[in-house]
């Protein structure tokens, strides 16, 4: 499958890469010469280059030599329920069912329909820089108090494709959670944030 095959590639050259075999602003061999190397069809190089560039891994243009990029500047996450100061694209509306973890975080009934959004942040740059998926019922209430619980996850094929990385990537997961004053969830969130462009700092007293 063709498919699998370019995206195994460009995983294998992303860890060659991490590992300095290349560095910042080398040049990688031609497609040729790693179609050769890998023993797949100079097309299916092509796809795999084409994917390290949507990813920011590679720059160059198509059909002319690529280059390892510099890492991206990193930000730090301190305040899980700021307003993003960037401009941002609403990717997703649809409601959704809610799932046994979400229905908990939001204590509801399993499969009860929920309003849904996912938002792309980008940075000054116009780079996707953070994901946001958010799940509530009825209207939006403004809240009292949050929580932020950090973990790690591998990327799905869509968040992958809307942060421009390889599917399968590690990211931070921030688990943010929104209550009223009485201590009841109004909201709950997945911020996914790539690994490469984050660290994660968030205040210890969060209740």
Not at 49 to 55: E, K, M, S, V
Not at 192 to 197: E, G, K, S, V, Y
């Amino acid at each position: 499958m063709p498919d699998a095959r370019h995206r195994r590639i460009a995983a294998d050259l992303y860890r060659r890469i991490a590992a300095g075999e290349w560095t910042p602003g080398q040049a990688l061999p031609s497609r040729r010469r790693m179609a050769v190397e890998y023993g797949e069809h100079e097309q299916t190089m092509r796809l795999a280059y084409r994917l390290l560039r949507t990813a920011g891994i590679l720059y160059g243009e198509p059909r002319k030599a690529v280059y390892v990029a510099h890492p991206p500047a990193m930000r730090t996450l301190t305040d899980a329920d700021a307003d993003w100061p960037y401009s941002t694209e609403t990717t997703d509306t649809r409601p959704r069912p809610a799932t046994e973890e979400v229905a908990a975080r939001l204590g509801v009934r399993l499969g009860v329909m929920l309003r849904h959004e996912t938002v792309e942040c980008l940075d000054p740059g116009g780079r996707s820089a953070m994901l946001v998926t958010s799940w509530w019922r009825g209207q939006r209430r403004p809240h009292a108090s949050y929580t932020a619980e950090v973990g790690c996850v591998s990327l799905t094929d869509e968040q992958a494709h809307g942060l421009g990385l390889l599917m399968d990537a590690l990211a931070f997961r921030v688990v943010r959670t929104r209550f009223d004053h009485d201590g009841l969830p109004l909201e709950t969130a997945d911020l996914i944030l790539p690994m490469d462009r984050w660290l994660i700092r968030l205040a210890p007293k969060q209740t």
